[in-house]
């Protein structure tokens, strides 16, 4: 990073509760998360000098854009702020990190207030799935799926299947432990939810298909939620640090981050790399950019991880793009323990998308609050004992928008 960007803290909603039921919309969901976070952090109002929103299908979901106003109005310090809303289907909150993050480098602002929000659990799951389609190349590929998200992962899988070999039970077990680690977490939307070790089988009735190849319990869920973070400069975060009695250098920084595009048809991207060893060659390149800018040689030096897990397959991929294991050979992280909450390098302590939850605009967001929470100290449960560096993975679509970042202090 050219400058110090801090993360002082924030607030996620429990992705367990179903707005809609509770006769509440998109705005009462911001409005929540953002005083949540203001009463977090003992920020007061007056002093958030500009806000950048994730959110990906709000015009579909919620008949709402100009998310910017909604915003404004929370509180009448608020009215007249700048404010962005930054779309990259499930990468959009990353989107707004990164934003949020230029802003304070580049000295425009000193405190920022991050905002990843989505309403998703007003209509029914058949529509959900097709407004999150969008986020492919519509009418041009998986039109024969019934839902679009299965069908494409399930493609991933096929091609995994192909060039290494893929046993179902590493993708089970991936989803066992996810769910697992959700239950430690009190804002998970699964954590009172029950399994059975025949849940994580290819067992057409505990754990039936739903697309293709990929089964119930290896999805992410369809959530309302919502989570803010506040960034800020070195000279903000100083006083803030001061007025809360804590020594600035144990404050959360973003180390590093990386941020990359690919085509939007998941065929091309993996046309792209039938010779290469990664299956998305793009997203290794956005782990390690984010790596040399937080100078971080390899991921052992990494404490615990973050990663996108719409599907067990994504998750199986981004344990070898994070370079865990060779290419062809994220299974040995899985039998081993690696990725288990105390084992060698864990994966989404928090219960990741399948345990937690999958608010699609809020996960990139999410994903940082929760690196935070782990690099000082207050992840409760689900906390990783000694954790100073925590990586995050973020995609939208088939990996068309990657994001990572590297938080530590």
């Not at 949540?36 to 806000?51: K, P, S």
């Not at 998941?266 to 793009?282: E, Q, W």
Request: hydrophobic share 40%; glycine share 10%; with cysteine.
């Amino acid at each position: 990073m050219l400058k110090d960007v801090f993360i002082l803290g924030g607030y996620q909603t429990d992705f367990a509760r179903n707005y809609s039921r509770e006769n509440k919309d998109i705005a009462a969901l911001m409005e929540e998360t953002v005083d949540g976070a203001l009463d977090r952090c003992n920020i007061q109002a007056r002093e958030v000098e500009t806000a950048h929103i994730g959110n990906f299908a709000s015009e579909l979901f919620c008949n709402q854009g100009v998310l910017g106003g909604l915003f404004a109005a929370i509180r009448p310090e608020f009215n007249g702020l700048p404010s962005g809303r930054h779309e990259a289907a499930c990468a959009s909150g990353s989107l707004a990190v990164l934003g949020a993050a230029a802003d304070i480098e580049a000295d425009h602002y000193g405190l920022a207030c991050v905002l990843g929000v989505e309403f998703m659990r007003n209509v029914p799951g058949k529509t959900a799935g097709e407004y999150l389609a969008v986020a492919a190349r519509t009418g041009h590929e998986f039109t024969d799926a019934n839902y679009v998200w299965p069908r494409a992962f399930s493609n991933l899988a096929d091609v995994y299947d192909e060039r290494y070999g893929l046993d179902y039970r590493h993708l089970g077990r991936i989803a066992e432990i996810n769910l697992e680690n959700g239950k430690r977490n009190p804002n998970a939307q699964t954590r009172k939810w029950n399994y059975t070790a025949k849940s994580f089988m290819q067992d057409d009735e505990a754990n039936p298909v739903i697309e293709g190849r990929v089964r119930r319990n290896e999805c992410a869920q369809v959530t309302d939620g919502a989570s803010a973070v506040f960034l800020a400069s070195r000279e903000y975060a100083e006083k803030w640090a001061k007025r809360q009695g804590i020594d600035i250098e144990s404050v959360p920084r973003i180390l590093g981050w990386g941020h990359r595009s690919a085509t939007i048809m998941f065929k091309d991207k993996i046309a792209d790399s039938r010779d290469k060893p990664y299956v998305f060659p793009h997203v290794r390149d956005t782990i390690q950019d984010a790596f040399r800018r937080a100078n971080v040689g390899d991921v052992s030096q990494i404490d615990a991880i973050e990663t996108h897990d719409c599907f067990a397959v994504t998750e199986y991929m981004a344990i070898e793009h994070f370079g865990m294991t060779k290419p062809g050979e994220a299974w040995k992280a899985v039998e081993d323990g690696t990725i288990a909450l105390g084992g060698k390098l864990p994966v989404n302590p928090s219960g990741g998308l399948i345990g937690l939850g999958h608010p699609v605009g809020a996960t990139g967001v999410r994903m940082v609050l929760d690196a935070a929470k782990q690099v000082n100290g207050s992840a409760g449960d689900y906390q990783v004992e000694g954790a100073r560096k925590v990586a995050t993975l973020n995609i939208g679509g088939t990996t068309t928008t990657t994001c990572c970042f590297v938080v530590g202090t």
